[in-house]
Structures are given as C-alpha cells and as structure tokens.
C-alpha cells in the first residue's frame, strides 16, 4: 500500500456517506460500545439490535450492571448465545466499580474480563481516539484481497502481520471512525463469497482485484469439520410449569440455565408424540431437535417442575424456548387434538 493517504480518504469518504444508522454509532459512551462490541461477537447485527436496546434499558450503566441479579441478566441474554460473554460483562462492571469508571487506555480496558485485543482496540479508538487498529474477520478479508495476500488466515503468523498492515493503514488522527469504516466495508461490500467490487471505494488500490483473485481471498486452510447430531426433547407439563433440569456450578456452558429433559433423564414415558422439530447450531455442532409432548407416571428427583410465568427466576436456555414454541404452534395449527 504505497498510496496510504488516498486509501484512507476514498475509504472514510465512502462510509460516511454510506454506512448504516446502528444504535451504538450515536453515542461515544464507552460503556455502551463495549457492551455493542460484545454481543456483536458470533451474532448478525439484525439480531444484536433488539437485544442491544433492552439491555441498555434494563443496566443504562456498569453500575446498574454490576449489581444485576445473575438469573435477570441470564434471561436478558437469553438467545443471545455464548453466555460467558454475559457473566464476563458483570465481571467486567464490578471490575469498573473498584476501579471508579470506564478505564481510557487501551491496556487497562484489554484487563477487563472478558476483553481481547480486537475488543480493547475497537472501544478505546471508537470511545477515546486511540490509535489502535481492530482486526476481525471482515478487516482481515479487506486487507488480504487489497494486499493480494495469500497467506493462511488461520495461522498466527498471518494474523500477526496483518495487525502490523492494520496499524499502519490506521489514520491515526480519526482512529475510531476508521476502525469503522474498514468494519463497514468488509461487512456490506467486501463480502465472503461475492464481493460487489464495483461498489467498492477503494478497487483501484486493491491488488487482488486487479489480479483476478478476489473470490479466491482470504485463504483459509484449516477448516473444522461440521459434526450434525440428533436429539430429542421432552416437553411434560403441569399447569403452567414445565419438567426441567438446571445446569450446575460444574456446566461449561448455560451454568444456572434451566433444560428440558432428553431420554436419559426420565423412565418410562407414557402417551409422547411428535410436536415439532427445529435446528440449532453451535459453533462446528448442528443439532436435530425433535420435540416430543408426553407424561410420565414418576418424576425424576433430579428435575422438578418451573413455572413459565417466572422465567426472570428461571431462565429457560435457546433449545427449550424453541422447544416450547414448537408445542405453540402445533397445538395453534392443531387446536384441540
């Protein structure tokens, strides 16, 4: 990139004329970039808005966050995904509490829980014009097709050299608003599979472009196998509670998050039937769900029955509220059967 100057300029002139009205780019609050960066991680845009909007209406900042009940941020997050993300954001605010405020450098934010390098960068250039350049998946993409970079985006080495390209591109005066606009341009033109080219303000400066490889960059080698498993749930009732089972202090993943019951947490099941069936993916893992209504002549001592009217107390994980819209709408489609 010897034309950095003009780089920077046909990209800031681009997004400011053509980047989305998103909630978290009217404000400069650190505390809310940081909490849109986080839920941003693994989630579309379209679905972190609503969530977004909630959130900072329920903890407006870290220390309505930090003294949050833990079931009520859970259910707050709930669908969201990736839950540790909302434990470490309480973690974070508590750590804000003793220290007095949002830290302002870059590294004292990198110490929050929760916070990685891509995170520290984006909130202290976007909150406090710190001349830190982001690297994230779509960055890397534009840097890799501009550069006509041909290296393993999954190595270390890759990734190293491209935070050094990242930093150097960096217009240092508005560090923030390009973070952004290098964010934006991977996200709505510089795209995975069909990169619109033509609508791309900097196409005469990239390098894979005119090289005819465009679709062909990044090169990522490794690829992870896709493992697809099928799964049954339980769905019994009683009133207005539904039988579950809480995950425990021991649980990697949903730790305090309330299930439905698979086959091997129940005996005999009387009268089940196929209500629905649905998807879900985590990471490399799809799941097959089916969903099957039934009773059951003995409960488990290890389940009990949460009432569905209080999923503030008892938050109910992604697959269960799948499942129990499945059973919505069968009987909706069913009625009486």
């Known amino acids: ?49 609503p969530y977004y909007e909630r959130f900072l209406a329920a903890y407006p900042d870290y220390r309505a966050l ?27 605010a508590r750590q804000m ?5 949002f830290p302002n450098d870059y590294e004292s934010i990198r110490g929050l829980a929760g916070i990685g390098d891509y995170t520290a960068a984006a909130v202290a250039s976007i909150a406090f014009d710190l001349p830190h350049a982001v690297l994230d998946g779509n960055v890397m ?7 006509n970079d041909g290296s ?10 491209m935070q050094s390209e990242a930093q150097r591109l960096l217009d240092p005066r508005q560090p923030g608003e390009f ?41 990522k080698a490794r690829k992870v196998k896709t493992v697809k498993v099928e799964r049954t749930l339980y769905v019994i009732e009683k009133g207005d509670s539904v039988l579950a089972w809480q995950r425990g202090e021991e649980s990697s993943q949903l730790k305090g998050f309330w299930e439905l019951p698979e086959p091997h947490h129940l005996g005999e099941v009387l009268e089940a039937r196929i209500v629905g069936n649905f998807r879900h993916s985590i990471t490399n893992h799809q799941y097959f769900f089916h969903v099957v209504e039934a009773r ?17 107390v008892y938050p109910l994980s992604t697959t269960t509220r799948k499942a129990l819209a499945c059973l919505k709408k069968w009987r909706k489609t069913f009625p009486g059967s």
């Not at 681009?14 to 839920?39: F, G, V």
């Not at 993409?141 to 550069?147: N, S, T």
């Not at 995975?192 to 400066?205: F, G």
């Not at 003995?298 to 999923?311: D, G, I, M």
């Open 296 to 312: 059951i002549l003995r409960k488990p001592k290890s389940l009990r029955y949460v009432p569905l009217s209080h999923e503030g």
């Open 1 to 49: 990139m010897e034309k950095i100057p003009a780089f920077r300029k046909a990209l800031l002139d681009w997004y400011r004329r053509a980047q989305r009205d998103l909630p978290w780019r009217r404000t400069r609050d650190p505390y809310a970039i940081w909490i849109s960066e986080i839920m941003l991680q693994q989630t579309r845009v379209a679905a972190v808005i």
């Open 66 to 92: 930090a003294e949050a009940p833990e079931t009520e941020l859970l259910r707050m997050w709930a669908g969201l995904g990736y839950y540790s993300r909302a434990r470490n954001v309480q973690k974070a």
């Open 97 to 101: 509490v003793a220290l007095g405020g």
């Open 141 to 147: 993409r534009v840097l890799a097709r501009v550069g």
């Open 179 to 219: 973070n952004q606009a290098v964010m934006e341009l991977g996200a709505t033109v510089c795209l995975p599979k069909q990169p619109l080219c033509e609508e791309c303000p900097v196409r005469r400066m990239c390098a894979g472009r005119e090289a005819g490889r465009e679709r062909e960059l990044p090169v």
């Open 152 to 161: 393993d985006i999954a190595g270390m080495a890759t990734r190293k050299k």
